[in-house]
């Protein structure tokens, strides 16, 4: 390796190996636990979006599909994992902004002498701060699978650095405006990975402001600073340019401006209205919780950090006190979570946890950075940490949050999605059309057919988007003369509008629903043929059960499916799980419905086996019918 001689003739690495640690420990741990394919929730939607540069749901995250795309020529692994890899990179760099922004900030105010030693400790505790951060629940729950929330924070710790290296400058004299402008175009960008970036703005805006609030008569900066803001932002132009092109995954089909528009502003996800009690607001603000994320240890340091650099940095605690309240007023007050989908809130906060982590690393320095010997007789500075043996602390806190949530965050076993969507498919005859209902049970199927171009005979159709006109100009030999496009059939309430859809597929292919509508809506005069867990639809009394299709299971994959065998288990495959069980049971039922005692026997100790919640049911339905 290289090496470069400083004036004092000190001998010096031109690559710093603390900043590097910051980017390759993270990286390898993340490799780890990475999950092999697709995964539930929204995976095999973005999945798919990305391998044909289209548009996911809203607002159609533009940056986050084009970082990943890159990582799809990869030679290795399906296009699932490769997302899944190019995630793990953006967690990555996130640590790597924690790593920087404790560097900058720890040396503020004071010399740090290198050549003392210094310089090693302090970059110790910086790369500490990143480490910590990358074993965080919330960040190692994002690094292993496909998420743009990683990406999101590494661009807004960029932001802060190029803020700070501005203020810096500024008050030496030496205006920089390039830094801001970066700054700004760095945001345009990050809009394109989440919206939630502009919660930001008002800490940014303040660090600024701080500095010399004159700053704001400068209306002539002001306009470039919005200019560049505005080039970062049209990343945006992704949507309406690819949307032309009719790729795979075109949500929202965003080619006219106001479609674009009903994308980019969220319209497809009106804000549900909930009466607030103290109980519900108590729990949308424990989606921001620092113990939960940092331990208690890793809150205390956090705690020192604040204390010990109030003097030094404070302009930015205050700029990054903003931020939190501003992330708790939009969250909390404005959206006023419902409690069911509170658990999607906890992700917006990943860049507020990327700051805390910052003063993690810089209460581990404030302990650990040198001090003049109280003696008076060494000249040497000596850290308080090795003459009091606290320098372990370094390594403990980053290596006890690594051990405790490598279980639960361990995901390279995780074939649960890939296995369900598989297993859906097995279950369905040539030529079927399936209905599905939850984004979990949908998304997996879509990359299969779209991307892994399995069953390509099947048509996947989606309940909640049958309203919607672009979802239907998607399928245009399936939905060409449709009911569904006359405007009095979409303005019905959807359980009519799937009930139509159904009787229009029925004349003339095989139909099937999967669990999650079967059990959603009404399906009219049909009965439902238990095929795994699919059901087709017959024709036949209202309220009536068909045979039952046994055989089906023995060509499943089950893989994990129960929670003894289950490595990672969210909740999102802990339903799977579920899925599987009462599906078991319910043909165990319909055995004993027919008089079948041994083999519905057999079967409900298969569900049994599969879920506590399941076994309980089970044993009442056992007893209830005397069968041993």
Same mark, same amino acid.
């Given at each position: 390796?290289?090496?470069?001689?400083?004036?004092?003739?000190?001998?010096?690495?031109?690559?710093?190996?603390?900043?590097?640690?910051?980017?390759?420990?993270?990286?390898?741990?993340?490799?780890?636990?990475?999950?092999? =394919?697709?995964?539930?929730?929204?995976?095999?939607?973005?999945?798919?979006?990305?391998?044909?540069?289209?548009?996911?749901?809203?607002?159609?995250?533009?940056?986050?599909?084009?970082?990943? &795309? @890159? !990582? =799809?020529?990869?030679?290795? #692994?399906?296009?699932?994992?490769?997302?899944?890899?190019?995630?793990?990179?953006?967690?990555?760099?996130?640590?790597?902004?924690?790593?920087?922004?404790?560097?900058?900030?720890?040396?503020?105010?004071?010399?740090?002498?290198?050549?003392?030693?210094?310089?090693?400790?302090?970059?110790?505790?910086?790369?500490?701060?990143?480490?910590?951060?990358?074993? =965080?629940?919330?960040?190692?729950?994002?690094?292993?699978?496909?998420?743009?929330?990683?990406?999101?924070?590494?661009?807004?710790?960029?932001?802060? $650095?190029?803020?700070?290296?501005?203020?810096?400058?500024?008050?030496?004299?030496?205006?920089?405006?390039?830094?801001?402008?970066?700054?700004?175009?760095?945001?345009?960008?990050?809009?394109?990975?989440?919206? =939630?970036?502009?919660?930001?703005?008002?800490?940014?805006?303040?660090?600024?402001?701080?500095?010399?609030?004159?700053?704001?008569?400068?209306?002539?900066?002001?306009?470039?600073?919005?200019?560049?803001?505005?080039?970062?932002?049209?990343?945006?132009?992704?949507?309406?340019?690819? +949307?032309?092109?009719?790729?795979?995954?075109?949500?929202?089909?965003?080619?006219?401006?106001?479609?674009?528009?009903?994308? !980019?502003?969220?319209?497809?996800?009106?804000?549900?209205?909930?009466?607030?009690?103290?109980?519900?607001?108590?729990?949308? *603000?424990?989606?921001?919780?620092?113990?939960?994320?940092?331990?208690?240890?890793?809150?205390?340091? %956090?705690?020192?950090?604040?204390?010990?650099?109030?003097? &030094?940095?404070?302009?930015?605690?205050?700029?990054?006190?903003?931020?939190?309240?501003?992330?708790?007023?939009?969250?909390?007050?404005?959206?006023?979570?419902?409690?069911?989908?509170?658990?999607?809130?906890?992700?917006?906060?990943?860049?507020?946890?990327?700051?805390?982590?910052?003063?993690?690393?810089?209460?581990?320095?404030?302990?650990?950075?040198?001090?003049?010997?109280?003696?008076?007789?060494?000249?040497?500075?000596?850290?308080?940490?090795?003459?009091?043996?606290?320098?372990?602390?370094? @390594?403990?806190?980053?290596?006890?949050?690594?051990?405790?949530?490598?279980?639960?965050?361990?995901?390279?076993?995780?074939? $649960?999605?890939?296995?369900?969507?598989?297993?859906?498919?097995?279950?369905?005859?040539?030529? /079927?059309?399936?209905?599905?209902?939850?984004?979990? #049970?949908?998304?997996?199927?879509?990359? $299969?057919?779209?991307?892994?171009?399995?069953?390509?005979? *099947? +048509?996947?159709?989606?309940?909640?988007?049958?309203?919607?006109?672009?979802?239907?100009?998607?399928?245009?030999?399936?939905?060409?003369?449709?009911?569904?496009?006359?405007?009095?059939?979409?303005?019905?309430?959807?359980?009519?509008?799937?009930?139509?859809?159904?009787?229009?597929?029925? +004349?003339?292919?095989?139909?099937?629903?999967?669990?999650?509508?079967?059990?959603?809506?009404?399906?009219?005069?049909? /009965?439902?043929?238990?095929?795994?867990?699919?059901?087709?639809?017959? &024709?036949?009394?209202?309220?009536?059960?068909?045979?039952?299709? %046994?055989?089906?299971?023995?060509?499943?994959?089950?893989?994990?499916?129960?929670?003894?065998?289950?490595?990672?288990?969210?909740?999102?495959?802990?339903?799977?799980?579920?899925?599987?069980?009462?599906?078991?049971?319910? #043909?165990?039922?319909? $055995?004993?419905?027919?008089?079948?005692?041994?083999? +519905?026997?057999?079967?409900?100790?298969?569900?049994?086996?599969?879920?506590?919640?399941?076994?309980?049911?089970?044993?009442?339905?056992?007893?209830?019918? &005397?069968?041993?």
């Amino acid at each position: 390796m290289e090496r470069m001689a400083d004036r004092q003739g000190h001998i010096r690495c031109p690559i710093d190996l603390f900043g590097a640690g910051a980017v390759i420990l993270p990286l390898a741990v993340y490799l780890l636990t990475l999950a092999p =394919t697709v995964t539930f929730f929204d995976s095999g939607e973005f999945i798919t979006a990305i391998s044909c540069l289209g548009s996911p749901h809203s607002p159609g995250y533009p940056l986050f599909v084009n970082y990943a &795309k @890159v !990582f =799809t020529f990869l030679p290795f #692994g399906d296009i699932a994992f490769r997302v899944n890899f190019a995630t793990a990179v953006s967690a990555s760099l996130a640590c790597l902004g924690v790593y920087l922004l404790t560097l900058h900030l720890s040396g503020a105010g004071e010399d740090c002498p290198e050549r003392e030693g210094a310089g090693s400790l302090r970059r110790l505790a910086c790369l500490s701060a990143a480490l910590v951060f990358a074993f =965080t629940p919330r960040l190692w729950l994002q690094s292993n699978h496909d998420k743009p929330y990683p990406l999101l924070s590494f661009l807004a710790a960029l932001v802060f $650095l190029l803020l700070l290296k501005w203020r810096d400058s500024y008050r030496a004299g030496d205006e920089r405006p390039a830094y801001v402008y970066l700054g700004a175009f760095l945001s345009g960008l990050a809009l394109g990975a989440h919206q =939630t970036i502009v919660l930001l703005a008002p800490s940014y805006a303040f660090l600024i402001l701080a500095t010399d609030w004159r700053l704001i008569l400068r209306v002539r900066e002001q306009l470039l600073a919005a200019a560049f803001f505005i080039v970062g932002c049209s990343v945006y132009l992704h949507m309406p340019v690819r +949307a032309v092109r009719n790729p795979i995954l075109n949500w929202g089909d965003p080619q006219t401006l106001e479609r674009f528009l009903w994308s !980019f502003l969220r319209e497809g996800y009106p804000m549900q209205q909930v009466d607030r009690d103290w109980t519900l607001f108590l729990r949308q *603000l424990g989606a921001f919780d620092l113990v939960r994320e940092f331990g208690f240890a890793g809150f205390a340091l %956090l705690i020192t950090g604040a204390v010990c650099y109030h003097r &030094k940095i404070g302009e930015f605690i205050i700029s990054c006190t903003i931020a939190v309240l501003v992330f708790l007023a939009f969250v909390v007050g404005y959206q006023n979570t419902p409690e069911k989908t509170i658990f999607l809130t906890e992700e917006f906060f990943t860049p507020l946890y990327l700051l805390a982590a910052v003063f993690v690393g810089l209460g581990m320095f404030s302990l650990a950075r040198p001090r003049p010997d109280p003696t008076g007789q060494m000249a040497k500075m000596l850290p308080v940490l090795r003459r009091f043996g606290a320098m372990p602390l370094l @390594v403990a806190l980053p290596l006890f949050q690594c051990v405790n949530g490598y279980r639960f965050n361990d995901q390279h076993d995780n074939y $649960l999605a890939y296995d369900y969507a598989v297993n859906t498919f097995r279950s369905l005859p040539t030529g /079927a059309a399936l209905f599905t209902w939850g984004d979990s #049970g949908a998304f997996p199927l879509w990359y $299969l057919q779209g991307v892994e171009r399995m069953r390509e005979d *099947l +048509a996947l159709i989606h309940v909640p988007h049958l309203q919607f006109d672009w979802y239907l100009d998607g399928f245009p030999t399936l939905f060409r003369s449709s009911v569904l496009r006359q405007p009095e059939t979409r303005r019905r309430p959807l359980a009519q509008v799937l009930r139509c859809a159904e009787e229009e597929q029925l +004349a003339v292919r095989p139909v099937f629903v999967d669990f999650s509508t079967r059990y959603s809506v009404d399906h009219g005069n049909y /009965a439902l043929r238990q095929r795994g867990i699919c059901y087709g639809l017959v &024709k036949g009394p209202k309220g009536t059960r068909a045979s039952v299709d %046994l055989p089906v299971w023995d060509v499943y994959s089950l893989r994990g499916v129960s929670l003894q065998e289950a490595g990672f288990l969210d909740a999102d495959s802990e339903k799977a799980v579920l899925i599987y069980g009462y599906s078991r049971m319910e #043909g165990g039922q319909a $055995l004993l419905a027919a008089g079948m005692v041994h083999a +519905a026997a057999r079967e409900l100790r298969a569900a049994a086996a599969i879920h506590p919640d399941v076994r309980v049911q089970v044993q009442r339905i056992l007893a209830e019918k &005397k069968v041993h």
